[in-house]
């Protein structure tokens, strides 16, 4: 079996996972659109891909399957997840497997206000969040909310074009703000499509313990397995140090949201715990930066990927994570190898 991982990055670690999974049974390729990434440094083949937006895109990544018997195409990053999906059909056609989740909801996690109207609409807890900065100032002046409030980019991901406002004049700096970052990044892609007052969202800062998780759906859509990490500390938006946790309060509604979402592979989804009350925040359907965690105390998911690619099941002690297992990432020099 032949893998592709596409909008590689910095998961190099994805990599390695998948080798050590196919071991010399397959390859796994990677592609990005530069090569600045040590991803490339450990892929059987990479390539240097379009920008995702290229109309030549997709033509060029189905040509490359055809070319190199890809049986399977993941995607790491968010705003590649929407292209592929539209495009679903076209790697079937060609017999290439393509794990991502149905367009509809990709929108969903990709839009931070569509997450929102999600999870309220099917009961969920989640931050009070406003379209508009007259509405948040509403809500601030009727004490549904209160200071800080987070101003973050509808569309945004990581930590990019995010700020906490702590008064009115901080709010409507950063609404300006923000504004102006989306359209100086690749956020402003997806951002077009709405109109230029809804491309920044006002959020309820909880002030609670964070947690991550993956929420793990086999290709079907069905929930096979989650797994918690409680966050020690952070860096950038992503998790330096978590350990893995057994919480029934916060496991029970990430089953629900996997049973609802029906979504295909994994998701990442970031939790707040306050009060007893579980607060989802943030949901990407793809592996997340805290996936190593969960791979590292026990959870295999990309064998789980491989064995259901291949028409076969898996136990579910694979996506499995032993509770009580703290792991931290570090940083380590590797050079480019021509």
Not at 86 to 114: P, R
Request: hydrophobic letters at 40%.
């Amino acid at each position: 079996m032949n893998i592709m991982l596409t909008s590689v990055g910095r998961r190099a670690y994805m990599v390695k996972y998948f080798k050590e999974v196919l071991g010399e049974t397959g390859e796994v390729h990677v592609c990005n659109s530069d090569d600045l990434t040590v991803a490339f440094n450990y892929a059987d083949k990479a390539v240097i891909s379009p920008m995702i937006y290229d109309e030549g895109y997709i033509p060029f990544l189905i040509d490359y399957c055809k070319k190199n018997n890809i049986n399977v195409v993941l995607s790491l990053f968010d705003i590649d997840l929407l292209v592929l999906a539209k495009a679903k059909e076209q790697f079937e056609e060609i017999g290439t497997k393509l794990i991502v989740s149905d367009e509809s909801f990709v929108s969903v996690c990709n839009d931070k206000w569509m997450t929102y109207q999600f999870l309220t609409q099917h009961s969920f807890g989640a931050p009070r969040t406003y379209i508009h900065f007259e509405d948040a100032a509403d809500a601030l002046s009727r004490g549904e909310i209160s200071y800080p409030v987070v101003v973050k980019a509808r569309f945004g991901m990581g930590s990019i074009a995010v700020a906490m406002a702590h008064d009115e004049e901080e709010l409507r700096f950063y609404s300006k703000r923000i504004a102006r970052d989306i359209e100086s990044s690749y956020l402003k892609f997806e951002s077009n499509a709405v109109a230029s007052d809804e491309r920044v969202i006002y959020q309820e800062c909880i002030k609670g313990q964070e947690y991550g998780a993956d929420v793990i759906n086999d290709l079907n859509g069905k929930t096979r397995g989650i797994v918690v990490r409680k966050k020690l500390a952070m860096r950038s938006g992503e998790t330096d140090i978590a350990e893995i946790v057994d919480d029934s309060r916060i496991k029970s509604e990430l089953i629900r949201l996997g049973e609802i979402s029906k979504h295909i592979g994994n998701m990442d989804v970031d939790v707040f715990l306050k009060d007893d009350q579980v607060y989802i925040l943030e949901m990407n359907a793809r592996f997340g930066g805290g996936y190593p965690f969960s791979h590292i105390s026990g959870c295999n998911l990309p064998k789980a990927i491989v064995a259901w690619a291949e028409g076969k099941d898996v136990e579910d002690d694979i996506l499995r994570a032993t509770p009580g297992v703290r792991a931290y990432k570090e940083l380590e020099m590797s050079r480019k190898y021509e």
